[in-house]
Nanobody, 116 residues
Framework: QVQLVESGGGLVETGGSLRLSCVAS????????MGWYRQAPGKQRELVAT???????NYADSVKGRFTISRDNAENTVYLQMNSLQPEDTAVYCC??????????WGQGTQVTVSS
């Protein structure tokens, strides 16, 4: 089992920045991908960014150039640095992880609200 705990959400003005953190615990040795998804009210959950254990990164087009995902393997933590935030970035951001047998784990989520 893997537990994921997010932190770092909050309220920020348009153009501001936030840094989300996700700490993994448990059977973390088997994790080969970690990432962030988000879900806004009334919308489907969407991919924000992922990073593999080898360092390959993928971003949604909507966040490219503004968000940066990184991973600290020693601390079992994945980060999402979010800059130039816009009201449309308002959502619950969830950390997820996939292990070597393609089992997915999810955190509880952290709210990000961008005021206009």
């Amino acid at each position: 089992q893997v537990q994921l705990v997010e932190s770092g959400g909050g309220l920020v003005e348009t153009g501001g920045s936030l840094r989300l953190s996700c700490v993994a615990s448990g059977s973390i040795f088997s994790l080969n991908l970690m990432g962030w998804y988000r879900q806004a009210p009334g919308k489907q959950r969407e991919l924000v960014a992922t990073i593999t254990s080898g360092g390959s990164i993928n971003y949604a087009d909507s966040v490219k150039g503004r968000f940066t995902i990184s991973r600290d393997n020693a601390e079992n933590t994945v980060y999402l640095q979010m800059n130039s935030l816009q009201p449309e970035d308002t959502a619950v951001y969830c950390c997820n992880a996939k292990n070597s047998i393609a089992k997915w784990y999810w955190g509880q989520g952290t709210q990000v609200t961008v005021s206009s």
